[in-house]
Every structure is written in structure tokens, then in C-alpha cells.
């Protein structure tokens, strides 16, 4: 135990120290020094680290350690490369964003404490649901909802700045989705009638649990943030196959997918322009279009092959020349000064953290903990597979950020919890079973045998009084 403990500090020392030189050396080519107020909050933010490893060794002792260390790096990476495109716009976002991530490790040391049994969040399920759905319905309150970029999906915090609610949302429609699909899952399974090889689910089956996210999918469409409907979609269809095992559901969802993202672009304008901004992405007409252009995605593919294979290196590049930079275009940014090796390093980092999420999933043997470790893990793969996929054109934009890395406290926080809650589950499945001692086995095996023979003895008693008894009723 004691070598496992000073290997999983040691991954934890490592990453920090990384992350250091990366600062180090980005401030040392952008301002020729370091700047004492980032010195200060970075020390504050390897003392949490630090104090969160503690608290997970203390309370959470089998849990994994692969996943702190890994989401460590995505942050670092992330906030060098935001406070790197402040230094060129003369912004103090990256700061902001360790304050955002002192918050984060805060909340991730609460869950670790207070948290020593998930499964207590199932007793919880219809709460989560309704606290999910008012978080989705909370840009809406007038006066209170904020509209930027064509979408009403953030919330004005007394002034101080926005926050975006879904981000927070998603994890209690996973709490949701997980229990009531636990709960009924031999009834989804069992299924309807087949149509076309299909087997279709009875209407008396999922009907709860499809108006939830019928209503979830109607406040999204009406808030114009097609990216994160297409993240619960994505995360219903996943923990419904998971809770199953059945195939068609997969082809349901994917048809169903296909029909609504049809619709969606015929319907909203912004999604219809994302999408001729990716089929037409280097027409003059598209990319000098003054709504819904191409400039952006199209600035953010040549800054990632002006990167080349390792980067122009920290502080060397020009990422700001692609708006929103240090945001929705992140993962270009890291491309450009990091090149290809940074990139692969980063998914392999993601790869690393879905892969831990996935191995927990398959070791523990709660079907809820298995349900909601899978439903975490598939939101975490999407928004990775959605905001890389958009930044290399490979797909259209969807509005999602990059987890860890995207400047933004509601996405920093809420993932941060989310890793929490990965680690929580992994405590559980890594927690070796207790052992029975001979005396306990033969106890309990001295109790099954009196057990079947007094059963035995009432059956011979009842098969001597029977004859009695009709005997008696024919006298």
C-alpha cells in the first residue's frame, strides 16, 4: 500500500511540476518574468491539489488516482494557454480562471468528504430532476437570464458576471436518468412490439422518463443551445443502451438524432449558417458572411497547421487572431503553440480519464453506480468528440466547451464535480469484499441445514395429518 501511495503522489508531483515550467516558460516569453500575483494563486492551487489528494487518501482510500492528475494537466494546459492570449489582449481571464479552479477543488473536497456513499443520491432521483429541469428553465426568468451570441442560456450573478446553468443541469439528469432506468430497467428491456427488426419500448415503460426528456429538449430548443441538447441526447441514448443492452436502441436513437438535427437546422438560422460555415467553409461568400461565417473555424485550422508537429512553442504563436480563443476555440489554440504532439497529448489525457470512468463502470456491481459512472463518462466523450471535431472542421460547431481547458468557472466547476463524483463511484468498485471467517461460514451453514430440517419435519408432520384430517371428515 505504501508503494501504491508514493507512486500516485508521485503522478500528482509530476503533473505539477509540469504545469510550473509550462507558466514559467510562457510568462518568461511574453512579459520576461512572473508575474507575482499568478506566483501567489498558482502556490494556492498546488496546496489544494495537494489537500484534495489528502482528503480522497483519507476518506475515498480505494479510489482511483489516475483521473486527479490527468484532469490536473487538462487544467494547466488550458489555463497556460488562456493566460497566454491575455497577454496579448491585455485581459486577466487566466487569472480569473485559477480563482474559478481554488472553487472547483473546494467543491471536489466536499464531495470527497461528505460523500462516502453515492448510492444516497438515488433516494434523491425525482429531486435531481425537478433541480435540473429549474436549472434549464432559469435563463428564462426575465430579468435574470442573459442572451449573448444568439443563445439565453446563462444566468447574471448580481452583476459579477454570468454563469451557464446546464453545465450544472447535466449532472442531476444523470442522477435522474441513472436511478429511474436502475429502477425499471427489466421493463425497458423486455420491450414492445418489432417493426422493421426493431424492438420498439412500451409507452407504459419509458413514458416518465421520455416526457423529462422531451421537456428538457423543448427548453433547450427554445434557448437556441442546440450543442448542449445534442450532450443530454447523446447521454439519454448511452445510459439507455448501458441499462438494456440492447442494440436497437442505439439505431432508434441515432434515426431519432438524425430526423431532429434535420429539423433543427431547417428551423433556427444560426444552426443552418454552422452548417454551411462547415460545408462551405472556404468560400469567399461564407467566410466573409457577416453572421454564422467561416472566418472563425477556418483562422483556427490554419493556426493548427502553421503549429506544425511540436508547436511554435508556448508564447510564440498567434492564437488570438481566431476569436474566442481562449473559449470556444481552445483546443486550436493548444495545436497551434503545442503542435500535433500537444494535441495527441491532450486527447490521450481525455482518453485517460474516459477510460478510468469506463474501467470503474465495469468493476463495480451496483447497476446505479454503473449507470451513472457510464452516463458521466459518455457526457465527458461527447463534449470532447463535439468541440474537437468542430475546431478541426471535421464536424459543425455545436457551442460546447472543451472540459478543464475552456475558460469559463460554470464548466470548470461543474466538471470538476463531475470528476469527483467518478472518483466517489471508483472507491466503491475498487473496495475489496469482506472476508468470511471459517466460523462465520460454518455458522451460516449449520444455520441452512437446521433450517432444512425443520422444513423437512413440518412436511412429514402435514403428510401424517392429512389422512387424519379426511378421515376424520368422512366419520
Known amino acids: 500500500m505504501m508503494r ?6 508521485g503522478l500528482l508531483l509530476l503533473a505539477m511540476a509540469i504545469s510550473f ?33 489528502g482528503l480522497i487518501v483519507r476518506f475515498q482510500p480505494y479510489a482511483g488516482q489516475s483521473i486527479l492528475p490527468c484532469v490536473l494537466m487538462l487544467t494547466s494546459i488550458g489555463t497556460v494557454m488562456i493566460s497566454r492570449i491575455d497577454q496579448s489582449m491585455d485581459t486577466s481571464v487566466g487569472f480569473r480562471q485559477l480563482v474559478w479552479l481554488c472553487l472547483a477543488l473546494v467543491a471536489c473536497g466536499l464531495i470527497v468528504v461528505f460523500l462516502q456513499d453515492y448510492r444516497i443520491l438515488r433516494r434523491f432521483s425525482y429531486v435531481s ?25 446563462w444566468l447574471n450573478v448580481f452583476g459579477l458576471g454570468t454563469i451557464q446553468p446546464s453545465e450544472f443541469a447535466k449532472l442531476f439528469l444523470a442522477f435522474f436518468f441513472a436511478a429511474y432506468l436502475f429502477d425499471h430497467r427489466d421493463q425497458l428491456a423486455v420491450g414492445g412490439r418489432k417493426v422493421l427488426g426493431l424492438q420498439l419500448p412500451r409507452i407504459r415503460d419509458l413514458g416518465p422518463i421520455a416526457v423529462i426528456w422531451a421537456v428538457s429538449m423543448l427548453v433547450l430548443i427554445v434557448q437556441r443551445d442546440l450543442g448542449t441538447g445534442l450532450m443530454f441526447f447523446a447521454m439519454f441514448v448511452s445510459m439507455l443502451y448501458v441499462a438494456t443492452g440492447r442494440t436497437s436502441w442505439l439505431v432508434i436513437g441515432g434515426i431519432a438524432g438524425a430526423v431532429g438535427a434535420v429539423a433543427l437546422f431547417g428551423i433556427f438560422g444560426h444552426a443552418n449558417a ?14 466573409y458572411a457577416d453572421y454564422g461565417g467561416s472566418y472563425q473555424p477556418v483562422n483556427g485550422v490554419f493556426g493548427m497547421a502553421s503549429g506544425g508537429m511540436v508547436g511554435t512553442g508556448l508564447g510564440q504563436g498567434h492564437p488570438t487572431i481566431t476569436p474566442f480563443a481562449n473559449s ?11 503542435g500535433l504532439v500537444g494535441v495527441l497529448a491532450v486527447l490521450m489525457l481525455y482518453l485517460l480519464v474516459i477510460g478510468s470512468g469506463l474501467l470503474t463502470a465495469l468493476k463495480i456491481k451496483d447497476g446505479f453506480g454503473k449507470l451513472l459512472a457510464c452516463g458521466l463518462v459518455f457526457t465527458m466523450a461527447f463534449q470532447v468528440f463535439t468541440v474537437a471535431g468542430g475546431n478541426t472542421l ?49 455458522y451460516e451453514a449449520l444455520a441452512v441445514l437446521r433450517e432444512r ?23
Open 4 to 9: 501504491t501511495r508514493l507512486r500516485q503522489i
Open 21 to 53: 515550467l509550462a507558466f514559467f516558460q510562457m510568462f518568461e516569453r511574453t512579459t520576461g518574468g512572473f508575474p507575482m500575483q499568478y506566483a501567489g494563486m498558482l502556490a494556492l492551487t498546488g496546496v489544494l491539489y495537494l489537500a484534495l489528494w
Open 129 to 153: 430532476m425537478v433541480i435540473g429541469l429549474a436549472l434549464l428553465l432559469s435563463p428564462m426568468i426575465p430579468g435574470l437570464g442573459v442572451e449573448q451570441y444568439g443563445a439565453r442560456i
Open 274 to 287: 454552422r452548417l454551411d460555415a462547415w460545408l462551405h467553409a472556404f468560400d469567399d461568400d461564407v467566410y
Open 328 to 338: 470556444d476555440f481552445i483546443f486550436d489554440s493548444v495545436g497551434e503553440e503545442m
Open 394 to 442: 471535421v464536424i459543425p460547431l455545436t457551442g460546447l466547451t472543451m472540459p478543464y481547458m475552456a475558460a469559463g468557472g460554470s464548466s470548470l466547476i461543474a466538471n470538476y464535480l463531475l470528476a469527483a463524483l467518478l472518483i466517489v463511484i471508483s472507491n466503491a468498485a475498487n473496495k475489496p469484499e469482506p472476508e468470511i471467517s471459517t466460523d462465520t461460514f460454518q
Open 453 to 475: 430440517e425443520l422444513k423437512e419435519r413440518e412436511a412429514r408432520t402435514q403428510a401424517i395429518a392429512r389422512p387424519r384430517s379426511v378421515t376424520g371428515g368422512a366419520a
